[in-house]
């Protein structure tokens, strides 16, 4: 079997498995299985507003997705793209609500603004593990926490005393009547183009630039990449810098998008590190990525019908999405198990 | 019983891949037995399975006469074999004395009796006069002591077979001179001993008997002492070669690399290259002669950038380029080939393709406002794997499954193609086989040809003698003498090298500058 | 037995299509992340729903009754809209934090009848329900002030949000007013999931010479819980009590034969839940308006404090209690 | 508060909050020297947490004053089980460890939380009668700071220099680090390294699933979604603070105990109750990155970890 058909028959298998997984656990708890799964398909297909709700959910998803992988891709673990995410959210949602300006300005201006938070956000790490040897997991769980509670703080303070900021401008909005009323009026709204766009960005800069090589090979191999003149510091700080400008347009799709707002967070997202899995599943490539993201989203989007249609508590999803990033880890079993069926095929 | 090792028709496949094609290897008790053939024809391979790392797919291995079943390198060192591995084993945070015991502690009521255990190293390492210092951590001593610690390490577990893969590879002379004598010592105790090593000089020294394989396949075994290095080589490569490089006479012009008082630390602030002069010129190779640590690597550190100059000057062509950034440097005319090619030649996970233009992936026609065209990438890689004769399935390759020798070749051909004015060669020919060595040096005699200026740092003295046209001798940290290697002979550069007698050579060698 | 089995759901089923035909009032609710047993007023808005629902003989489920539990704050609006979608005549969002869901959806859906606890939205489809949640923190103030025996106490947030704000207010306007020497120890821990903080800051107060506190402070307050029940378990005459919040906290505060529980702040939801879902029922829907519930129509209140609060301490709540329902005492929502 | 009460405060509640994180993070520290990183101490958190809640509440009647120290079994053994997931990917099956990881917490939390619906029909459990108190011995009750200590904390360091000890001074100690560091030069002196990566998965198991119980049953007393929230981050945190390090994860857990202390008794402090809250939310991390930043500097993971052991690959 040719190398990309075992690449994509991987994933495939490794969702089988956890559905499988996931059956047997919901039969072992006395539920009903086809029921369950009924449920979930509905839920994700169901009708045009859940498609377009199973879409918007899905937007965040890919950027955060990006921008763990990015990072990745240049040999760094950022855990901190929930807190750039937050940041990216608030910057977005400020500028939505601050000031109100043509449309064509109004929104990239708003989207910048949750790219450059974000991305100031990945610089600390990124300024700390260059400059000082500062493992960037550490720095990154910190300042997650501290994106919470300064966030929260500046929501205070910019809708004086409230838990939460006026709803942006409609020039900042990426919502559109027209994708809204195409999905029976759901949340759809313009940022999946942003997130595709970004895929696209992420896959330029990757494969056809040469901050791209460079990137790379610095994640591979920081000794010679120095030999070979490359800036290595310069490279951790940019990676950071770029992941968490993609963590924090993932914020601007939830302030501009989903919520034309920003309000205090009693806890993280969690889109931030739901953005490992997607990543990984995606196996850190841009259009891995999107899969990764629309696999996921779709499977967090759709269980929330389980308990409504079939009675079964949301998190037997949890489980099944885990059960198929650890198939997808350990693809090696996977793997080793299709050439035992290939070799027997052509044996016989 | 004759044999205390015999392997018979040995057979190990990776994957369709055959390494070991029905080899069969016999050795006697107290003899020294050399394994010869090409870089790649299976000889770690064959050893691995002696020691249990590899499982044969067929054959059969008897210790002392009795078929033996070696699953793993426990029972190996039950059946009293040894391995100095090709690369070392050994943990680099850990003691001379932890890496020997480590799993065979000595314990005491549950805890690791280091005290009794290093005593028990002191006095074997005395035994066998290896002078090793039990309490030393690995991180911290030469690589001739940690290849001591290797040794001692079978020695602890009792071994009366001891393989040795490539243990001259990364010595200097005179450690390569002190291991020889260490494996005379074995032998005279009893033991019996299995060396690989490219350098047909050490074989027809000190082993026995000569078993050579050719691309994973025995092509037998023949007494040292009736044959030569001349019948050897051809034997390994399968047809008759000449491995003598064809070298003409120098004609050195401007003077392209200037070091002047150069003083360098290391990350210790220790002082490792002291007030340093050198010049090399068009049209020569100049040969830094040296035994490891004593500021060569500092002193290439310093020239391309990679370190921090505390005085003095570099110049390139003139240009002063003393504290350029290395992309700077490279841009300036020098072309380096690092010391290890694993850590700083090659990004190992990157085809062999990206390695090629790791140096000009930002330079036109590659790459236009910083996009990079992979086609030209690997257009220019397939040039050079073919013009360099490097052995991979495509440039698409990971430069990870490459031989060692092919790697080389790959980062010679990146550095001598990009043309540079001055070439800096760093242990270029470090554990490949004597085609390989005589390909690299060739190469550098056709840019000295060329008209280019050629740094070579070696620690073998044949290496240095056969292709310099002047030899520098470094030591502590200063150039204590320049010689020319055809007025020069071995002794004297090695006693050079030692920092001995540095007034009366430098009279007996007279007339070196031109 | 299966076979009769399967038969009389099938009847049942049957059953409660026919209640569908009917045209019977239908009501449903979507909760935060907190879910439908977090013990605060999630909870209590579906106890609310479960009695409305018992008390008008709904069936659970479509053309009944029914909650959607959220698992992050993006599921609000889809939630909302399922129930929508299910047929509801009337759907709650429980909690401030769907106040932009709401808002949105009853412009998408002007015939649609929607509520909203804990936050005013202004449209005419929409009823907003508020509490006086100062109101019942002023009486927990006043019990705490008089109640106490070192003249400190104790009051311990989450985040700094108008609603806590106003708990705040009102306790500390009910110490001042039953006891202007006693000192209050304000506190905010800035979360409401970090059960460590709320205990490390109640061990603080207590040790600072505070022997009740108040806490406003949702899981972080089961850390005040844990450290007043450890110190009356390490020393059984130690004076150390917690004021519940939201609902009654009694049982989080029993220890052994004990309890520290002096009292809790009840926000009744359940009552204000069950009074808008009458008043759609019998088509007198109060859209567009916003209904404040306070002491005087049962929306706060406190718990029953099972003996630990004196008799005399009582009556004086009680006549606080009465003075604010006259409007004698206007409880201030924030702090000066 | 006066200065002296303030600092055994300090001290003492530092000691508290670091108990599990301590345990947690040295369950981190077997793993990740022995070659295999952790990133599901957050998961294995959970799972004994969840263990420990529903056994007591389970056993409560039977165990009595015991429960809670049974339930520390029963969680160590669920935690042990647990991270056999683990060590089968990414020992066994070559898997990626941080893909692993990150499988076991989404996975830990969704299992608990299903079974927690399952049990008791609700998010989250009853809460627990009997847990765990300060220590109850009269003679040093009267000490300060070891007074206000919990018997959990008392296990906790005692577990930190028992963990130290193996690790630097038992054979066990020398093949684990072996193995993290170098696993050929391990396997060619006959240590198997499959056999020492799986048995220190299932430390980091048995230890997580104990920091898990110990957080539940001394500080939350029931289970659910919002029990365990970043703790197993912070320990992963600690872990790596700590350089890997028993000792190290210990004192990183006691830093990070001290400043959100700081953060605590700060409003009574005359000299912080001006500033915003905020400040003090943030103070107890942005110390750590400081401190990191400051002086700690350059930290180095076992060599080897994160990449499987395959045998002859280079
Ligand atoms: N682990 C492996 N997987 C696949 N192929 C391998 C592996 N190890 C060795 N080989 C193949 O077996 C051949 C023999 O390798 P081996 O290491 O035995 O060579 P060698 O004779 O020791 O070479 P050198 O002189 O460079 O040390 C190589 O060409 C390589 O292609
Ligand atoms: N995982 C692997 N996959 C494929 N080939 C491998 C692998 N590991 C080793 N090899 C092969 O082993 C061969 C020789 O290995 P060896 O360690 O002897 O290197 P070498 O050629 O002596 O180079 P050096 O000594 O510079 O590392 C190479 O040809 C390489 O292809
Ligand atoms: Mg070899
Ligand atoms: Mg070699």
Redesign the pocket.
């Known amino acids: 079997m040719s190398n990309k058909a075992v690449n994509l028959l991987v994933p495939v298998l490794a969702v089988i498995l956890g559905l499988l997984v996931g059956a047997i656990i919901m039969l072992v708890s006395g539920y009903n299985a086809i029921d369950g799964y009924a449920a979930l398909w509905e839920g994700i297909f169901g009708d045009l507003y859940r498609v377009g709700e199973t879409v918007r959910q899905i937007t965040p998803y890919i950027l955060a997705g990006l921008a763990v992988a990015f990072a990745f891709r240049a040999g760094l673990f950022n855990i901190g793209v929930e807190g750039q995410l937050i940041v990216g959210w608030f910057a977005a949602a400020y500028v939505g609500v601050a000031v109100e300006l043509p449309k064509i300005i109004h929104l990239p201006l708003a989207i910048l603004a949750a790219a450059a938070a974000g991305a100031f956000w990945g610089f600390i790490p990124g300024l700390l593990k260059a400059k000082f040897h500062v493992h960037e997991v550490i720095v990154t769980i910190m300042l997650n926490y501290i994106a919470l509670h300064v966030v929260n703080a500046l929501i205070e303070v910019v809708s004086g005393g409230s838990e939460r900021t006026e709803n942006i401008f409609a020039s900042a909005s990426l919502r559109s009547e027209f994708l809204a009323e195409l999905t029976d009026f759901s949340r759809l709204h313009y940022g999946i183009i942003v997130a595709l766009i970004m895929v696209i960005v992420m896959w330029f800069i990757l494969d056809k630039t040469t901050t791209g090589f460079e990137l790379k090979s610095v994640g591979f191999n920081q000794n010679a990449s120095q030999y070979a003149g490359m800036k290595v510091d310069r490279n951790i700080i940019l990676a950071m810098v770029i992941s968490g400008a993609f963590a924090g347009i993932g914020g601007a799709m939830e302030a501009l998008g989903t919520f034309e707002y920003v309000s205090s967070k009693a806890g993280f997202t969690g889109i931030g590190f739901d953005g490992i899995a997607v990543a990984l599943l995606g196996m850190n490539t841009p259009l891995g990525v999107v899969f990764g993201a629309t696999l996921f989203g779709s499977l967090q989007y759709g269980a929330l019908n389980m308990p409504n249609a079939a009675g079964i508590p949301v998190e037997i999803v949890g489980i099944v999405t885990a059960v198929i990033i650890y198939f997808v880890a350990a693809s090696y079993v996977i793997r080793l198990f299709i050439e035992r069926v290939g070799r027997k095929k052509e044996a016989k | 019983m004759e044999y205390v090792i015999e392997m018979l028709n040995i057979r190990k496949e990776?994957?369709s891949?055959v390494?070991n094609d029905n080899i069969t290897l016999q050795v006697k008790k107290g003899e020294i037995h050399a394994l010869l053939?090409?870089?790649?024809?299976?000889?770690?391979?064959?050893m691995n399975v002696l020691f249990g790392l590899y499982q044969p797919e067929g054959g059969e291995i008897r210790v002392k006469g009795k078929p033996v079943d070696i699953t793993d390198p426990n029972v190996a060192n039950n059946q009293g074999i040894g391995m100095v591995h090709?690369h070392f084993m050994l943990v680099e945070n850990f003691t001379v004395t932890e890496n020997i015991i480590l799993g065979n502690e000595l314990t005491k009521a549950g805890v690791v009796n280091k005290k009794e255990a290093s005593k028990r190293v002191q006095k074997l390492s005395e035994q066998y006069g290896l002078n090793v210092d039990p309490n030393a951590k690995i991180e911290d001593i030469s690589v001739g002591m940690q290849q001591r610690v290797e040794i001692l390490k079978t020695l602890y577990r009792g071994a009366e077979i001891l393989i040795f893969?490539?243990p001259t590879a990364s010595l200097t002379p005179q450690e390569i001179t002190e291991l020889i004598q260490i494996m005379q010592r074995l032998i005279a105790e009893g033991k019996s001993i299995i060396l690989?090593t490219?350098k047909l000089k050490e074989i027809m020294d000190v082993s026995d008997r000569v078993t050579i394989?050719r691309k994973?396949q025995g092509v037998g075994t023949v007494n040292t002492a009736e044959t030569n290095p001349d019948e050897l080589a051809s034997l390994m490569v399968g047809r008759q070669v000449e491995f003598r490089t064809e070298k003409g006479e120098a004609h050195p012009k401007e003077v392209v690399l200037s070091v002047k008082d150069l003083t360098v630390t290391d990350y210790r602030g220790i002082e490792k290259v002291k007030k340093l002069n050198l010049t090399v010129r068009q049209g020569e190779i100049v040969g830094i002669a040296g035994i490891d640590g004593n500021g060569q690597s500092e002193l290439i550190e310093a020239i391309t950038g990679l370190r921090k100059v505390k005085s003095g000057t570099v110049a390139i062509n003139g240009k002063d380029v003393t504290g350029f950034k290395p992309r700077k440097v490279t841009e300036a005319g020098v072309g380096h080939i690092p010391q290890d090619r694993h850590k700083h030649g090659l990004v190992l996970d990157f085809p062999v393709g990206h390695n090629i233009s790791l140096q000009t992936y930002y330079l036109p026609p590659i790459s236009k406002n910083g996009v990079i065209h992979y086609d030209r990438i690997a257009a220019r890689a397939r040039e050079i794997i073919e013009k360099y004769d490097v052995r991979t399935q495509s440039e698409m390759t990971p430069a990870r499954a490459l031989?060692?020798?092919n790697q080389q070749k790959a980062i010679i051909g990146r550095e001598v193609e990009r043309d540079p004015d001055l070439l800096i060669a760093a242990l270029p020919t470090r554990?490949l086989?004597v085609g390989a060595i005589e390909f690299i040096h060739s190469r550098l005699i056709e840019q000295r040809d060329r008209g280019k200026a050629v740094l070579l740092i070696s620690f073998e003295l044949d290496e240095v003698m056969n292709v310099s046209d002047r030899i520098a001798v470094i030591y502590d940290g200063q150039i204590i003498d320049e010689v020319l290697p055809e007025a020069t002979s071995e002794q004297e550069l090695g006693l050079l090298m030692a920092g001995h007698s540095v007034r009366t050579t430098k009279e007996g060698a007279e007339p070196h500058v031109k | 037995a299966c076979g009769a089995e399967e038969g009389a759901v099938e009847e049942e089923e049957g059953a409660a299509e026919e209640v569908v035909e009917e045209e019977v009032f239908s009501v449903a609710m979507v909760t935060d992340v907190g879910g439908i047993d977090d013990k605060s007023f999630n909870q209590s808005a579906w106890e609310g729903i479960q009695r409305f629902g018992g008390d008008n003989a709904l069936e659970e489920g479509d053309g009944g009754y029914a909650y959607l539990q959220s698992a992050s704050d993006a599921d609000y609006n889809t939630n909302l809209n399922n129930l929508i979608r299910r047929d509801f005549d009337l759907v709650f969002g429980i909690g401030f934090l769907m106040e932009g869901a709401i808002a949105e959806i009853a412009q998408q859906q002007p015939e649609q009848n929607l509520a909203i606890i804990d936050a005013v939205v202004e449209e005419p489809n929409v009823a907003s329900v508020l509490f006086k949640e100062q109101e019942g923190a002023f009486l927990a103030g006043v019990a705490a002030a008089l109640m106490t025996e070192t003249g400190k106490v104790g009051f311990v947030g989450g985040m700094e949000i108008p609603v806590i704000e106003r708990f705040e207010a009102g306790f500390l306007a009910g110490v001042e007013a039953a006891d202007p020497e006693v000192e209050v120890d304000v506190q905010y821990t800035g979360a409401f999931d970090k059960a460590e903080l709320g205990k490390t800051t109640a061990n603080r107060m207590y040790s600072a010479g505070a022997d009740i506190i108040f806490h406003a402070a949702g899981a972080t307050g089961n850390g005040v819980f844990t450290e007043a029940k450890e110190r009356v378990e390490q020393d059984p005459d130690a004076n150390v009590w917690v004021i519940g919040v939201d609902a009654d906290q009694y049982e989080e505060g029993a220890v052994g034969d004990t309890n520290v529980t002096l009292t809790s702040v009840l926000k009744r939801v359940d009552n204000a839940v069950y009074d808008i879902s009458t008043l759609a029922m019998n088509g007198e829907f109060p859209g567009g308006e916003t209904i404040v519930y306070g002491l005087e129509d049962e929306g706060v209140d406190l718990a029953d404090s099972r003996g630990a609060i004196t008799e005399d301490v009582l009556a004086q709540i009680e006549e606080f209690k009465a003075q604010i329902v006259s409007g004698d005492i206007v409880v201030p929502e924030t702090v000066e | 508060m006066s200065p002296l009460e303030i600092f055994y405060f300090l001290v003492s509640s530092a000691i508290f909050y670091a108990a599990p994180l301590i345990i947690v993070a040295i369950g981190g520290v077997f793993s990740e020297r022995s070659g295999v990183v952790n990133i599901g101490l957050e998961g294995l958190m959970v799972i004994g947490a969840f263990t420990g809640i529903v056994f007591n509440l389970f056993f409560v009647d039977a165990l009595g004053e015991f429960t809670p120290w049974v339930s520390l079994i029963i969680a160590m053994i669920t935690g042990t089980l647990f991270s056999l997931l683990l060590a089968i990917a990414a020992v066994s099956f070559r898997a990626d460890q941080v893909v692993t990881g990150v499988a076991i917490n989404l996975l830990a939390i969704a299992v608990a939380i299903f079974l927690v619906k399952l049990i008791f029909q609700k998010g989250q459990t009853d809460i627990i009668s009997v847990n765990f108190s300060q220590i109850r011995i009269s003679f040093l009750r009267d000490i300060p700071i070891i007074g206000d200590m919990y018997w959990t904390s008392l296990l906790a360091i005692a577990i930190a220099f028992i963990s130290w000890a193996v690790i630097y001074y038992t054979p066990f100690g020398l093949r684990l680090r072996a193995v993290g560091e170098h696993p050929a030069a391990a396997d060619t002196m006959g240590v198997n390294v499959t056999k020492m990566r799986y048995v220190a998965v299932m430390i980091s198991g048995a230890l997580g699933g104990l920091g898990g119980a110990i957080y539940a049953q001394t500080i939350s007393n029931d289970f659910g979604h919002a029990t365990i929230t970043g703790q197993g981050f912070m320990a992963l945190a600690a872990m790596i603070f700590g350089k890997w390090h028993p000792l190290g994860a210990m004192g990183a857990a006691l830093f990070f105990g001290f400043a959100q202390s700081l953060s605590i008794v700060g409003p009574s402090l005359p000299f912080f109750s001006e500033i915003p809250t905020v400040f003090l939310y943030i103070l107890p991390y942005v110390l750590t990155i400081l401190a990191l930043a400051g002086f700690i500097g350059r930290a180095s993971a076992p060599k080897a970890s994160g990449t499987p052991y395959i045998k002859?690959?280079r």
């Open positions: 990776f994957g891949f390494a053939g090409e870089n790649g024809a299976g000889k770690s391979t064959l090709q893969d490539e690989i490219h394989i994973g031989s060692g020798g554990g086989d | 002859g690959n």
